[in-house]
């Protein structure tokens, strides 16, 4: 699943984050879809 993207001065970027362990649940996923993201937006570049 590709992830939105968000832009300088978007107010989600000023939110505190939650930290999270190595057993949080769909860990996995979530970092398979920042590459997938990743590498859609390289490719449109």
């Known amino acids: 699943m ?3 993207i968000v832009a300088y001065g978007n107010p989600v970027l ?3 984050a939650e ?3 190595p057993d949080y649940t769909g860990l996995k996923e979530l970092i ?3 590459w ?3 590498y859609a937006m390289l490719a449109m570049a």
């Open 19 to 21: 930290e999270i362990g």
């Open 32 to 34: 398979s879809n920042m």
């Open 14 to 16: 000023r939110k505190v």
């Open 2 to 4: 590709i992830l939105p």
């Open 36 to 38: 997938e993201t990743m």
